[in-house]
């Protein structure tokens, strides 16, 4: 199972960006996907997962700013990012929490897409 992640990049503040990532490889079905992210020096914390169903869960910090969708048909999970700020500097990770089999669910990661937001 791999996560490629892409659209990460140089935005101001105030500024929109949108993230993909793809899930690729052998699994039965995904209940859980989203993103991760960590800033220099710091611990790697939640951004926002959703489930197959829809159902979504957000960090503190970017509620009301950044919408978490999924498609499901392939496998890919996107987050809008509108309204960025400095602090969300930060490396993304896509992450996912696939059945890979019909008793076995894990946790994969992407290797991190880069965001920078300048003042």
């Known amino acids: 199972v791999q996560l490629q992640a892409s659209g990460g990049g140089l935005v101001q503040a105030g500024g929109s960006l949108r993230l993909s990532c793809v899930v690729s490889?052998?699994?039965?079905?995904?209940?859980?996907m989203g993103w991760y992210r960590q800033a220099p020096g710091k611990q790697r914390v939640l951004v926002a997962t959703v489930s197959s169903g829809g159902s979504t869960n957000y960090g503190d910090s970017v509620k009301g700013r950044f919408t978490v969708s999924r498609d499901n048909a392939e496998n890919t999970v996107y987050l809008q990012m509108n309204g960025l700020k400095p602090e969300d500097t930060a490396v993304y990770y896509c992450?996912?929490?696939?059945?890979?089999?019909?008793?076995?669910?894990?946790?994969?990661w992407g290797r991190g897409t880069l965001v920078t937001v300048s003042s």
């Open positions: 490889g052998r699994v039965f079905s995904i209940p859980s």
């Open positions: 992450y996912a929490r696939p059945w890979i089999n019909q008793i076995t669910m894990r946790d994969y």
